[in-house]
């Protein structure tokens, strides 16, 4: 039986929960910490410059295949391949995306736990000089994690239960809306308490220092552009799926330009909430500890700690802001396996739900465990089995997915783009377009990828070696 809609009942509502899914972890406890990590303004430039020139082209790809092919991620492509007289095995990145979405609700979901418990940790109030400790100590409690973890998974799983339209859309109303006035609340806080001169200083200038060796110039690119794409949702079929239920007045180009600059948008506005405060307060990327999660759960609720009972109300506001934009990120993470699930195999959407529910339960225990019991289970480079999941999703297959369809669009698909569908008018546009998503996407993400991975999985550094030979 499909109960669902096939078909979201309104023009807003792939710009909602598109906008609700890219707005997320990545761009509030993910965009900061990597820009801190590589050096702040070289960072953010080149992360802007990758949005527009690659995340751009390929974001529309992906919702393109899902517009046109109109059904779930592996569906929509082995249709579409059909129809261009391609292989049906194309479907394969239907499939990885599907697989990457399960693990990254996997150990999403973890981080979104600690959001939650942060919120109670933040008001309740924290001791200065303590924030460190208590980091230390949450990740250390198997079953207190688990607790935080499956609220949040039961929560999302919930919304997406009840459908499209009566689900996703009405959370999406309600959420978004809320996150944007959370986001600008805590920039105005930040500017006003700390100092918005270094915060802006800190994202907007490209320090040089950092361009010491090419290899350090190629990690800094390779960074960029994996948050770019992850920033983006692009790679694991959640813009496929939503695309799916565009109704077919809506414009692909329009519609996904409204999404990307809302997502940058609200990436930049979270380097100007988190930096100036942090400055204000004397902390000092150099030397506290701003990689990681350590930036949002360790600094930040040091930070709340001096401002005394005010940090126990902004805080919590703080988290709050987090878990809105992690909750709303979810929904879309959990929507291309159970959109797989109901149509390939005529389930509900409740008994879809429920099995995704199982794995990512699964799933998620292993990433706890990851941060305590298996703390040392470590793969090679990868410290835990946390980190093996976030490398093995985010680097490894949401790179190659969005390759896969890239290539599907700019080769197999040539002839069923159309500008209608697109909504794009000029000629020498779609040609720019067919262009990137043929040649200058393929190349910069495969040579990531393999220069990424063998890093992590060989410790060899390609770059190096291949300077070495001049
Ligand atoms: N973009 C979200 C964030 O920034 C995470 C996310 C949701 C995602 N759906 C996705 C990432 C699909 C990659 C692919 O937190």
Redesign the pocket.
């Known amino acids: 039986m499909a109960s669902q809609s096939s078909q979201w009942n309104n023009n807003t509502a792939f710009l909602l929960a598109a906008t609700g899914?890219?707005?997320?972890?990545?761009?509030i406890w993910?965009f900061p910490y990597k820009a801190a990590e590589n050096g702040g303004g070289l960072f953010v430039l080149l992360y802007i410059f990758f949005v527009i020139t690659l995340g751009f082209p390929v974001f529309m790809a992906e919702v393109f295949i899902g517009k046109k092919g109109k059904s779930n991620p592996v569906s929509s492509v082995e249709s579409l391949a059909i129809k261009s007289k391609s292989s049906k095995s194309w479907g394969i990145v239907g499939y990885a995306g599907i697989l990457a979405?399960l693990i990254?609700a996997g150990y999403y979901s973890v981080i979104a736990g600690f959001v939650i418990d942060y919120g109670f940790i933040s008001a309740q109030g924290v001791t200065e000089g303590t924030a460190k400790d208590i980091w230390a100590t949450q990740q250390t409690t198997f079953w207190d994690m688990t607790f935080w973890t499956l609220l949040f998974i039961f929560g999302s799983c919930y919304v997406v239960a009840n459908g499209i339209d009566a689900g996703i859309d009405k959370a999406m109303r309600f959420l978004l809306p809320m996150l944007f006035v959370l986001v600008i609340a805590m920039v105005g806080y930040g500017a006003y308490q700390g100092d918005f001169n270094a915060g802006l200083d800190y994202l907007f200038s490209a320090k040089t220092e950092k361009f010491n060796s090419p290899g350090e110039v190629a990690a800094i690119v390779q960074a960029a552009i994996g948050q770019a794409f992850?920033?983006?949702?692009?790679?694991?079929g959640?813009l496929m799926a939503f695309g799916s239920y565009m109704p077919s007045s809506q414009k692909v180009s329009k519609a996904s330009s409204v999404v990307v600059t809302a997502d940058t948008g609200v990436a930049l506005l979270a380097g100007l909430a988190i930096f100036p405060l942090a400055f204000g307060l004397g902390f000092n990327p150099e030397e506290n500890a701003f990689g990681g999660s350590a930036l949002v759960f360790e600094t930040m609720p040091e930070a709340f700690a001096q401002l005394g009972a005010l940090g126990q109300i902004i805080g919590p506001l703080f988290f709050f802001l987090l878990a809105v934009a992690a909750f709303s990120?979810m929904i879309?993470?959990l929507e291309p396996s159970v959109a797989f699930l109901t149509q390939k195999f005529s389930m509900t959407r409740m008994k879809a739900t429920g099995i995704i529910l199982l794995v990512c339960i699964s799933l998620s225990l292993v990433s706890i465990a990851g941060h305590n019991v298996w703390k040392d289970v470590s793969l090679g480079a990868l410290d835990n089995p946390f980190e093996f999941m976030k490398y093995f999703a985010d680097d490894f297959l949401?790179l190659l997915v969005g390759t896969g369809m890239s290539v599907f669009v700019g080769w197999r698909l040539q002839n069923v783009v159309d500008k209608q569908t697109m909504g794009i008018t000029s000629t020498a546009f779609m040609s720019l377009w067919i262009f990137v998503l043929k040649w200058i996407s393929p190349v910069f993400l495969m040579t990531i990828w393999v220069l990424g991975n063998a890093k992590v999985l060989f410790e060899a550094d390609l770059i190096a070696q291949v300077l070495s030979l001049f």
């Open positions: 899914s890219a707005v997320g972890l990545g761009n993910g979405s990254i992850f920033s983006l949702s692009i790679g694991m959640t990120s879309s993470i949401l």
